[in-house]
């Protein structure tokens, strides 16, 4: 039985707008889907039906992040779009390598800028291993499981590769952001200034909790629906 709340956020006549505001979250949803603001009045439906993005796929990825612990029911995941839910994927690699990272690399570098060398130092390579891992992590998504989600859309058959095993190896990778986490709250040295050290936890934090969401639309959304193709059902 659906919530109240679930019931009002996955109703595509709802007025994108009044969506937007109520789950202002949404507004990463919104534009990792390609759907440019300028929409008036517009219902969610209207607004995904001119860019060409299902409504209900939408509404799917828009749940995960607006309602804590949402999981999609398989009658939501079979009307879901595969091709949409991989856009969003790629749109939303994209923007942790080309701007979340930028950002946090920008608010530590002020942070760290009254600090000794060997703070800054500790600081870099934490920040440094954790973007090449995120590049490593996103890099195997995009040459090899969302290609072979597409060849299995087509009904093409990859004998050398499951969903199953992208499943099994899947890791959290918002998960060691804690150990920077805790280096900016716990270990710099008081000349930081307390604004600089509030706006890197922003960038953190926020990213953390951003990749939290993503990881469920990969292992509840992507991995089910490809799965259901891969086995014909």
């Keep these: 039985m659906a919530t109240t709340t679930e019931r009002h956020l996955l109703s595509p006549s709802m007025k994108m707008a009044d969506l937007m ?4 979250c949404l507004l990463g949803v919104l534009t990792r889907m390609g759907i440019p603001f300028g929409f008036g009045d517009e219902t969610v439906e209207e607004v995904c039906r001119k860019q060409g993005i299902d409504p209900e ?24 779009d595969l091709r949409d839910v991989l856009k969003y994927l790629r749109l939303s690699h994209a923007y942790y390598m080309d ?35 995120l590049s490593k992590h996103f890099e195997y998504e995009e040459k090899t499981v969302f290609p072979h989600a597409e060849a299995v859309l087509r009904q093409g058959i990859d004998r050398n590769f499951t969903i199953g095993e992208y499943e099994e ?12 986490k805790n280096l900016v709250m716990k270990y710099l040295p008081p000349v930081c200034g307390q604004q600089d050290t509030y706006k890197a936890l922003f960038y953190i934090f926020s990213l ?25 059902e």
Excluded at 21 to 24: A, D, G, L, P, Y
Excluded at 72 to 79: A, D, F, I, S, Y
Excluded at 102 to 119: S, T, V, W
Excluded at 214 to 230: F, K, Q
Aim: hydrophobic share 40%; glycine share 2%; with cysteine.
């Design 21 to 24: 505001n109520q789950r202002f």
């Design 208 to 232: 953390e909790e951003d990749l939290e969401k993503h990881t469920v639309v990969e292992d509840e959304i992507l991995v089910p629906i490809v799965n259901r193709l891969e086995n014909h």
């Design 169 to 180: 190896n899947h890791s959290n990778v918002e998960e060691k952001l804690e150990d920077l």
């Design 57 to 80: 796929t939408f509404l799917l990825i828009s749940a995960v992040y607006a309602i804590d612990g949402y999981m999609p029911t398989k009658e939501k995941l079979e009307k879901a």
């Design 99 to 133: 701007v979340a990272l930028q950002e946090l690399e920008m608010a530590l570098e002020n942070l760290i800028a009254p600090c000794g060398e060997k703070h800054k130092r500790i600081i870099w390579k934490f920040f440094a291993d954790y973007k090449d891992e």
